[in-house]
């Protein structure tokens, strides 16, 4: 969990929308029809938007997932942006990489 989304995460307010959500697709992953365990914000949350009722907490910016299907969204993310290379084979790495890796 990022550090900036750790209280809404922990949140009274995430929990009850989470939990209606759930309820409203009947705790079925939304991609394979498995159990759903999580709740992923379409629009991953950033610092930008963190307080943004309308991605945060908007059931059209929600799905249902399983484990599995939540791993598969951000591990197919991540390996995209982190293994692109530009024409003169140079690693290119997003913003938010970029910062981690000065970060370290």
């Known amino acids: 969990m990022k550090e900036y989304a750790e209280s809404f995460y922990k949140g009274k307010q995430w929990r009850k929308v989470r939990a209606a959500y759930l309820k409203s697709v009947h705790g079925i992953c939304e991609r394979c029809g498995m159990p759903a365990t999580m709740v992923h914000h379409k629009d991953y949350i950033t610092p930008d938007n963190i307080n943004d009722i309308a991605v945060i907490l908007n059931f059209e910016n929600l799905e ?41």
Not at 68 to 96: F, M, P, V, W
């Open 64 to 104: 249902a997932l399983c484990s599995e299907c939540h791993n598969k969204e951000h591990h197919t993310r991540n390996t995209q942006r982190r293994y692109t290379y530009d024409a003169n084979g140079n690693l290119i790495l997003s913003e938010q990489e970029f910062k981690r890796a000065c970060r370290s």
